[in-house]
T-cell receptor, first 112, second 111 residues
Framework: NAGVTQTPKFQVLKTGQSMTLQCAQD?????MYWYRQDPGMGLRLIYY???????DKGEVPNGYNVSRLNKREFSLRLESAAPSQTSVYFC???????????FGPGTRLLVL | GEDVEQSLFLSVREGDSSVINCTYT??????LYWYKQEPGAGLQLLTY?????DMKQDQRLTVLLNKKDKHLSLRIADTQTGDSAIYFC???????????FGKGTSLLVTP
């Protein structure tokens, strides 16, 4: 089992460009999450999907959209990237509510 | 959101014990977690404790939970240079889905 995988590993964007970060899990988990990690800020939740077909905003959703494509995949889209979105993005999944979350290796995004 | 507080840095000598402390805010948190992040890597689940427990031991790791003071600690016995990393404390949030993370404690183990 690969666990949680994320693509790409690194990306450089210009301000205003768009991109989609991909996440997939092979653990048959119901819930999936997107976090961003900034220096000195810990991890902050962007969006989560409690189950296939549902998505909800987290702490910092502005400038992002998500799609729960199926049970395995949860993508994060930046429609018009801004330098403030330079960060490391982590996807996570869990079996369900209150269950342990398992993290992917992260996507490092630089917006110029 | 509510804050989970951790000290930012800790330096210990190889072979000594390390104790990383955390205070959390949500008395209804069901689980409390410790994650480890090595440079350039994702978060690795180290251990967790259910809120009705006081202590959990797993090889070199000991987690202590004081619910009255909302204090969580992680003790690493016989700390090795490979233990150098950032350690995050996290609690289940009010929504019951997301985790509230502390800002992380950077542990440096010196020979």
């Amino acid at each position: 089992n690969a666990g949680v995988t994320q693509t790409p590993k690194f990306q450089v964007l210009k301000t205003g460009q768009s991109m989609t970060l991909q996440c997939a899990q092979d653990m048959n988990h119901n819930s999936m999450y997107w976090y961003r990690q900034d220096p000195g800020m810990g991890l902050r939740l962007i969006y989560y999907s409690a189950s296939e077909g549902t998505t909800d905003k987290g702490e910092v959703p502005n400038g992002y959209n998500v799609s729960r494509l199926n049970k395995r995949e949860f993508s994060l889209r930046l429609e018009s990237a801004a330098p403030s979105q330079t960060s490391v993005y982590f996807c996570a999944s869990s079996e369900g509510r209150l269950e342990t979350q398992y993290f992917g290796p992260g996507t490092r995004l630089l917006v110029l | 959101g509510e804050d989970v507080e951790q000290s930012l840095f800790l330096s210990v000598r190889e072979g000594d014990s390390s104790v990383i402390n955390c205070t959390y805010t949500d008395s209804s948190s069901t689980y409390l977690y410790w994650y480890k992040q090595e440079p350039g890597a994702g978060l690795q689940l180290l251990t967790y404790i259910f809120s009705n427990m006081d202590m959990k031991q797993d090889q070199r790791l000991t987690v202590l939970l004081n619910k009255k003071d909302k204090h969580l600690s992680l003790r690493i016995a016989d700390t090795q240079t490979g233990d150098s990393a950032i350690y995050f404390c996290a609690e289940t949030s009010n929504s019951g889905y997301a985790l509230n993370f502390g800002k992380g404690t950077s542990l440096l183990v010196t020979p």
